[in-house]
């Protein structure tokens, strides 16, 4: 199980960013997959959820409304939109696969003017 998010970088408050994670080594489509962040000095903390058809998610309330998780099942592909960024959304971000307890290796998120 492999699974490679890029996508991070700096941006100001107010500004947009798209989060990847490539996944290989497991068939994709069979689980839900997560997104999880965690921010210097903190607990890495959960974010996001898709179910594996891509039907339902479910976010965290600070971030409902200005994120999205999507998935592309024919590309192996999960996906966070972010957008209306703040400072407080600094952190790693890591997708994770729920069937297989798999994380990638995260991507720094900064948030700042």
């Known amino acids: 199980v492999q699974l490679v998010e890029s996508g991070g970088g700096l941006v100001q408050p107010g500004g947009s960013l798209r989060l990847s994670c490539a996944a290989s080594g497991f068939t994709f489509s069979s689980s839900v997959m997560r997104w999880y962040r965690q921010a210097p000095g903190k607990e890495r903390e959960w974010v996001a959820q898709?179910?594996?058809?891509?039907?339902?998610?479910y976010y965290k309330d600070s971030v409902k409304g200005r994120f999205t998780i999507s998935r592309d099942n024919s590309k192996n592909t999960l996906y966070l939109q972010m957008n209306t960024l703040k400072p407080e959304d600094t952190a790693v971000y890591y997708c994770?696969?729920?069937?297989?307890?798999?994380w990638g290796q995260g991507t720094q998120v900064t948030v700042s003017s």
């Open positions: 994770y696969a729920l069937r297989f307890s798999s």
């Open positions: 898709i179910t594996s058809t891509g039907s339902n998610t």
